[in-house]
């Protein structure tokens, strides 16, 4: 079992920036991979960034550019920097890691951004 606890979001106003944590715990030595999806109402649930043990990264052509995941080992934790925010990114971040047999997911974090 991996137990994912997310922080970081919040309100933030069109060309703000926020970076979200997310903390993993538990069986920690069998996850492959990492990320971050998203959620608006109405909408499936979308991949936004991925990062390998190997720190090989994956991004939604909507954030290249503007968004940089990248994980501490050490503090078992993954990070989303999030920059250049716009109107449309705001949604409920998920925290994901990939294990061989399972995924596991936080509890989502709120993104808004509004002026």
């Known amino acids: 079992q991996v137990q994912l606890v997310e922080s970081g979001g919040g309100l933030v106003q069109p060309g703000g920036s926020l970076r979200l944590s997310c903390a993993a715990s538990?069986?920690?030595?069998?996850?492959?991979?990492m990320g971050w999806y998203r959620r608006t109402p109405g909408k499936q649930r979308e991949l936004v960034a991925t990062i390998t043990s190997g720190r090989s990264t994956r991004y939604a052509d909507s954030v290249k550019g503007r968004f940089t995941i990248s994980r501490d080992n050490a503090k078992n934790t993954v990070y989303l920097q999030m920059n250049s925010l716009k109107p449309e990114d705001t949604a409920v971040y998920y925290c994901?890691?990939?294990?061989?047999?399972?995924?596991?997911w936080g509890q989502g974090t709120q993104v808004t951004v509004s002026s």
């Open positions: 994901n890691a990939r294990t061989v047999v399972d995924d596991y």
């Open positions: 538990g069986s920690i030595f069998s996850i492959n991979a």
